[in-house]
């Protein structure tokens, strides 16, 4: 069984930093494709980021230029580095592992003008 614990969120304003991080427990070993979300209010889930088991990336048109995913050389946490944060990014932002079907509870980033 595998668990994904997101941490790292809070309040900041625009324009600002800040990194989340996405730690997996269990007992698996390896690396695999994971993805970053986020729901913002009122609106549905979407896709941000994600990393492949080769370490490439991919982002959302929303995000590309300002944010960044990596993986540390543990390979159990996922990081997602956030610049430029606008007053739009504000949403709960949750990682997710396909290959368990596994989604983390989700932490919140709020964005203030």
């Known amino acids: 069984q595998v668990q994904l614990v997101e941490s790292g969120g809070g309040l900041v304003q625009a324009g600002g930093s800040l990194r989340l991080s996405c730690a997996r427990s269990?007992?698996?070993?390896?690396?695999?494709?994971t993805g970053w979300y986020r729901q913002g209010p009122g609106k549905q889930r979407e896709f941000v980021a994600s990393?492949?088991?080769?370490?490439?990336?991919l982002y959302s048109d929303a995000v590309k230029g300002r944010f960044t995913i990596s993986r540390d050389s543990s390979e159990n946490t996922v990081y997602l580095e956030m610049n430029n944060l606008k007053p739009e990014d504000t949403a709960v932002y949750y990682c997710?592992?396909?290959?368990?079907?596994?989604w983390g509870q989700g932490t919140q980033v709020t964005v203030s003008s």
């Open positions: 269990g007992s698996i070993s390896g690396i695999y494709f």
């Open positions: 990393i492949t088991k080769h370490n490439s990336e």
């Open positions: 997710h592992l396909p290959h368990f079907d596994t």
